[in-house]
Nanobody
């Protein structure tokens, strides 16, 4: 098990920024690819961003590319999602997830999930 706890969500106006954090427990964190997903009301969960265990490679959904930045600090067992130029359509519950395999956009490949943090962007 790899318990994951997200934080940093909240209410922000369009054009604003938020930084989400995801803290993990366990010694295996360094070996895990990590991802962020989100789910808006009435919609399916969708991929947002992912990062390799080393932090050397990241991938992003087209909808957030150029606005969101994912990073990690392995010595703190934490990953981050810096969200800039937020739009009302970014409103969702954001989840972090851990994948023992390689970096991927596919949610079913991720074995461990956090409880989520709400992000609301007002227009």
């Amino acid at each position: 098990q790899v318990p994951l706890v997200e934080s940093g969500g909240g209410l922000v106006q369009a054009g604003g920024s938020l930084r989400l954090s995801c803290a993990a427990s366990g010694r295996t964190f360094m070996r895990l690819a990590m991802g962020w997903f989100r789910q808006a009301p009435g919609k399916e969960r969708e991929f947002v961003a992912a990062i390799t265990w080393s932090g050397g490679n990241t991938i992003y959904a087209d909808s957030v590319k150029g606005r969101f930045i994912m990073s990690r600090e392995n010595d703190k067992n934490t990953v981050y999602l810096q969200m800039n130029s937020l739009k009302p359509e970014d409103t969702a519950v954001y989840y972090c997830a851990a994948d023992p395999g390689s970096i991927t956009t596919i949610s079913t490949r991720y074995e461990y999930w956090g409880q989520g943090t709400q992000v609301t962007v007002s227009s």
